[in-house]
C-alpha cells in the first residue's frame, strides 16, 4: 500500500467552499432562522401605514404596489433633501473599510454584507445611480445599480440584520453612522409595506394602549400588585404603588419589559422598594405605561407618534420633572429625539434630586433623569443603607447596552450603582465594553424566535466576552440595563453560557437595601436563599 | 527511527496553518482576509474559535490521546457552537476536521514515504474521523437547543406574569396572534 494508493481527503469535500462572487453578484437567500417575519396586516393598517397584506419572504412574489420602485425613489429623494446627515452619509464615505470588521454580525456569521460599509452600500449604490454624474455614465464601475426587485429583498434581508447599535460609527474618521442609515432605509421598505411583526406589533399596541404588549390599565395595574405582593413575601413590608398620580413630583416610565417577565420584573421591584425606602413623590402612569420605543425601528414619523405621551402624561399629571428606568433604546430616544421631536418640556423644571439637591445639569433641557444617575447620586450622598454582602453569590460582569453607553454616554454611573451593592465585579475585556461593547444581537426588533440564528451569531462576540470572565473568574450573572437585553441575553447565554444568569442593575439595589422596618431577610428577591441563609429555607421546608 | 509524533510536533505551526486557512476558505472571499489576519481574539472571535478548536485536538492528537466520549472534545465546544449557527450545512460545519488530514498528508508526505509511516498516518486519520463523529453528536445537541430556544425559551420567561395578565385581558382575542 502507499501513500498514493488512498483515497484523497479532499475528495470527500463537496461544496466545501462559499460563493466566491462580488457582494452586488451574491444572491440573497432567505434562509429559516436568519430573517424576522412580515407585519400581520392589522398592524400596518392600525398605524395607518403602507400596503397592509399578508406575504412571505421566502415567496417569489411579495405583493408590492406596481409602482414601488418610484415609491422609493421618490421617498429617497424627499429624505436626501429632509435629513442633511443621510445626504453627507451618502456622499463622504471613502470606503476606507475602518468599519468593517466591526459588526458583531460580521464578527459571529462571516457574511460580508454584514460589514457596515457594505450594509450602506447596499443603498448607496442605488443612490450613486440616480444621484452622482460618474454612476449615471459609469454605471457598475463606480458600484452604482439600478433599483430592481433583487435589489429591493437585499434591502429587506439586511436592514433587518442591523441592531442599529452603532459600533461601526465609533470607529469611522468620518462619522458615518450606518444605523442612521439603516434607519432610513428601513423607512423607505415601510413605505411599500415591507415591515417585520416584531416591530409592527408593539408599535400598533403601544400606539392603541401605551405599551407594547397591548395590556390595558386595569391589566397593567394587576400585574404591578403582583410585584408588590411578592415584595411583601421577601422584606415583610407592603410597598407603596401610587399610580396616576395628580401633582406628584415625579412622574416613572420605565419599559414595559421590565414587568412582564423575568428577570425584568425583579428590576422593577427594586424600583418599588427604592422608591418606597426614600418616601419618594413620585407616580407611575398607565397611560405613558412604557419607555420603549419601537417607532426608533420603523420610521421618524413613528417615533415622534410613539414618544409623545410620556410629555403629554406629565403635563396632565402636573409633576416636576421625569424619571425613566432601565431601558436601552428608550434613551437614545430621550437623549436625541424627544426635546426636538416633544418638546420643549417647559412647563416642567429642571431635574433636582429631592434628597441631596443635586440639580441634573444634563437633563436641563429634555427633564428627564436616567434612573443610575438618580441612584448613583443618592448612593455619592450616603443616603442608602446597603448591605452589599448579600449579593455575595453574585459574581458579577456589566453589559453596557449599545444605546445607553454609545447614544446617552452612561458608562460610569452604572458601575459606581454595581460596586456599591455587590461586593464581586469583574469587567470583561476592554475592546467588548464601554463605548466598545457589543451588541447583544437582538436589538431593534430582532430579538423574536424565527430570527433566533441571527441572533445566537450576533451575539456571539458577546457571549465571547462574557465566556472568558465566565472561564477567568467565575462570573455567573451578566448585569445590564436594557429591558431588551434582558430578554435576549438570557437567551444568548442558554445558548453559549448556560451557566451565566442575566439581571438588571435595581434589582441587586433591592436585594441589598436595608429598609425600615423589613423582616429578617431569608431570600433574594428571585426567591434564592441569601448567603448564609441555605440551612434556614431548609428547616423551615420541614 | 524518526516518528510520525515527531514530525508533528516539529511541523506543528505550519500544519495547523495550512488547516486554518483550508478552514477560512468555507467563509466568502470578502471576509477572508479578515478572518486571518485579526489576531485579538475578542476582536475576531471565529478565529479565535476555529484555533481553539485546532490546537486543542492537534495538541491530543500528537500526545497519542484517543477519543471516546464527547467530554474528550470539550476542546471543540465553542467552535462547534458557531458553526451550528452560521451559514454552514451540516457537513460543512463539520468539514473543517477533515481538512487536517489534507494539512498533514500536504505536509508530511515526503516523510511519510521515506520512514514508511503509512500506518502510523493511518491510525492518526483514523482518530481525526473519530473526532469527527463525535462533533457531529456535538453539532446536533446544538440545533436541538436551537430549535428548544425557538420554541419554548422565550415563551417560558414571559409566562409567569403573562398568566396573570390573561385573566385579566381578553386571552382569546390575543391567543391568534401570540408570538
Ligand atoms: S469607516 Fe467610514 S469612511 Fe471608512 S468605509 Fe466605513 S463608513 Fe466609509
Ligand atoms: S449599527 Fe451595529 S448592527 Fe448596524 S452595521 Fe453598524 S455595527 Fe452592524
Redesign the interface.
Known sequence: MSLEGLPKPENLHIDFEAPQTDWMETPTTFRSGTFSFPAAPKNIKYMGMANPREWSPTEEDWKLPDNWRQIILDGLKERLEKFRSFRLFMDICVRCGACADKCHFFLGGGDPKNMPVLRAELLRSVYRKDYTLAGKILGRMVGARDLDLKVLKEWFYYFYQCTECRRCSLYCPYGIDTAEITMIGRELLNLVGLNINWVQEPVANCFRTGNHLGIPPHGLIDMWEFCVDDIENVTGIRVDLPVNRKGAEILMVTPSGDYFADPGTYTFMGYLMLFHELGLDYTWSTYASEGGNFGLFTSHETIKRLNAKIYAEAKRLGVKWILGGECGHMWRVIHQYMDTMNGPADFLEVPKSPFTGTVFENARSSKMVHITEFTSDLIKHGKLNLDPSRNDKVIATYHDSCNTARAAGLLDEPRYVIKAVCNNFYEMPENTIREETFCCGGGAGLGNDENIEMRMRGGFPRANAVNYVRDEHGVNRLLCMCAIDRATLTALMHYWAPDVEVGGIHELVANALIMKGEDERKTDLRGEPLPGMEDMEEEEDV | MVKLQDILITKRRAIIQDWFERAA???????RK??AT?E???????R??LLDGMNGLYDRLVAGETFETQDSCEFLD?VI??RA???L?A??AI?FI??L??AA?AAL?GE??REGM?EE?LTF?SKIDNVALLAFNMFMQ?RE??YD???T??RN??S???E??CR??DAQE?AP?E?
Open positions: 476558505h468555507q467563509y466568502p472571499t470578502d471576509a479578515f478572518l485579526e485579538n481574539r475578542f476582536a475576531n472571535p471565529i479565535a474559535s465553542t457552537r458557531v449557527v452560521q451559514d450545512t457537513a460543512q468539514g477533515f481538512f488530514k489534507d498528508r508526505a511519510i514515504r503509512l498516518l486519520e446544538c437547543k436551537i430556544l425557538k420554541a425559551e422565550l420567561r414571559t409567569r406574569i403573562l396573570r395578565a385579566i385581558w390575543r396572534e408570538r
